[in-house]
């Protein structure tokens, strides 16, 4: 299936459980991938017959910046359900990342990644 790819997302938000991470908050990057027919649009070249990559980054933007929450799994479970209900998208995948994450030792970031559909709504 085709998809729409939005990758590196950075944004600053207070997710975590450490009471730091609350008030201090941190870098999250996140990418999102739409999967749908994108023959339409491609053929046709009209914006309305696929997903304005800019409605995606505000939407994905409205929740990392929103609500605290204590997990990235809880965080990417929101993104995923606002872009099936937002999207014409079939499935979504998301990837969370935490560069800052509170964990001793070096590391480049935690992540999670899911996979949602529609039927998951």
Not at 14 to 23: D, F, S
Not at 66 to 80: D, H, M, T
Not at 96 to 104: E, R
Request: aromatic share 8%.
């Amino acid at each position: 299936m085709d998809k729409i790819i939005l990758e590196g997302m950075e944004f600053y938000g207070y997710h975590g459980t450490r009471p730091e991470e609350k008030t201090l908050g941190q870098k999250f990057i996140l990418d999102v991938e739409l999967f749908l027919d994108l023959r339409p649009a491609g053929i046709s070249d009209d914006l309305d017959r696929t997903v304005n990559y800019a409605r995606v980054f505000e939407t994905v933007q409205s929740i990392v910046c929103g609500r605290p929450r204590q997990l990235i799994e809880s965080l990417a479970e929101a993104v995923a359900k606002a872009l099936l209900e937002q999207f014409p998208a079939a499935q979504v995948k998301v990837h969370v990342k935490k560069p800052q994450a509170p964990v001793p030792g070096r590391f480049t970031w935690v992540a999670v990644e899911i996979t949602r559909g529609k039927d998951s709504l």
